[in-house]
């Protein structure tokens, strides 16, 4: 079992940046891939950024792409998504998530998440 605490979320001008952090207790963070999810009021949850269990390997949606940076520090048994240049429609509830082995972008495929954060980017 493992526990996920999303926290960094909050209002931000548009091109501003936010760094999300999730916190993870339970078993040993460095088993787990981990993935950045968002849900947007009235639609699906999307996927945004996954990484692997070492750090080394990461995906990106293309939505986010080259805005998003996903890191993971296993010293710490956290994970970021380090936003920048934000813009209104990344406004969302921000939810991390985590599965054993390698990352994945299909929520389905991940077993633990956290509560989700909220993000509001304003105009």
């Known amino acids: 079992q493992v526990q996920l605490v999303e926290s960094g979320g909050g209002l931000v001008q548009a091109g501003g940046s936010l760094r999300l952090s999730c916190a993870a207790s339970g078993r040993p963070f460095s088993m787990y891939a981990m993935g950045w999810f968002r849900q947007a009021p009235g639609k699906e949850r999307d996927f945004l950024a996954t990484i692997n269990w070492s750090g080394d390997s990461t995906r990106y949606a293309d939505s986010v792409r080259g805005r998003f940076t996903i890191s993971r520090d296993n010293a710490k048994n956290t994970a970021y998504l380090q936003m920048n240049s934000l813009k209104p429609e990344d406004t969302a509830v921000y939810y991390c998530?985590?599965?054993?082995?390698?990352?994945?972008?299909?929520?389905?495929?991940?077993?633990?998440w956290g509560q989700g954060t909220q993000v509001t980017v304003s105009s």
């Open positions: 998530a985590a599965r054993p082995g390698n990352w994945r972008t299909r929520e389905t495929e991940y077993d633990y």
